[in-house]
């Protein structure tokens, strides 16, 4: 139990094309997932976090604009990566909240390497 | 105050041997600890985790003692494999929304 698909798991996109990523729950419904950037050899960073039916609550820093967020089911959050330049490519990451009380636990989807030309 | 500090950053352990991750916290709101497994090109897989009610937590080879005094807890790694080469993240969370904060990583290699 507790799995979490990432579609794509690779992209290639040229500079200034805009690229989704989703994020799926597939055997459990999640109201909170988040989405985490990570570069190599380093530490994951978070990004946002995505409620379902509200507006995704962005990390100092993060330009909202640029990545936005739609959680729109209790199984699926979306992380579009609009105008995308050479310095967004990184490894993407989302996490889906388990409903195990006030500290639950976050599985990891499998992540996406995207790759801006 | 959100910082989570692991250590070492590396870590060389030969097969068989006991392999021995720390981390630190300051935030006393954290009440919930777990332990990710990374492999390379791969998500981080959650491997054990422990709440503060607790002292020690024992899943097969990997065990995580907690010292809430100290705000410091550990990860070993009994009978290491070649296979549990990876990356290790701690993480703490249980503040306001859910969120974790992770460690820096730490690279385990073990030899055979």
């Known amino acids: 139990g507790a799995v979490v698909s990432q579609h794509p798991s690779w992209v290639i996109c040229k500079s200034g094309t805009s690229v989704k990523i989703e994020c799926r729950s597939l055997?459990?419904?999640?109201?909170?997932m988040f989405w985490y950037r990570q570069f190599p050899k380093q530490s994951l960073m978070l990004m946002a976090t995505?409620?379902?039916?509200?507006?995704?609550?962005?990390e100092q820093g993060v330009e909202k604009d640029k990545f936005l967020i739609n959680h729109a089911s209790l199984t699926l959050s979306t992380l579009t990566v609009t105008s995308a330049h050479p310095e967004d490519s990184s490894f993407y990451i989302c996490?889906?909240?388990?409903?195990?009380?006030?500290?639950?636990?976050?599985?990891f989807g499998p992540g996406t390497r995207l790759l801006v030309l | 105050q959100q910082q989570v500090k692991q250590s070492p950053q590396s870590l060389i352990v030969q097969k068989g041997g006991i392999s021995i991750i720390n981390c630190a916290y300051e935030?006393?709101?954290?009440?919930?600890f777990p332990w990710y497994q990374q492999f390379p090109g791969k998500g981080p897989a959650l491997l054990i985790a422990?709440?503060?009610?607790?002292s020690e937590k024992k899943e097969g080879r990997f065990t995580i003692s907690f010292n809430k005094s100290a705000k410091q807890f550990s990860l070993h790694i009994m009978d290491s494999q070649p296979g549990d080469s990876a990356t290790y993240f701690c993480?703490?969370?249980?503040?306001?929304?859910?969120?974790?904060?992770f460690g820096g990583g730490t690279r385990l290699m073990v030899k055979p």
């Open positions: 055997d459990f419904q999640a109201t909170t």
């Open positions: 935030n006393t709101a954290f009440d919930y």
């Open positions: 993480a703490a969370g249980g503040n306001a929304g859910n969120m974790l904060t």
């Open positions: 422990i709440r503060p009610d607790v």
């Open positions: 996490s889906a909240l388990g409903t195990s009380g006030a500290s639950g636990t976050q599985y």
């Open positions: 995505s409620n379902e039916g509200s507006k995704a609550t962005y």
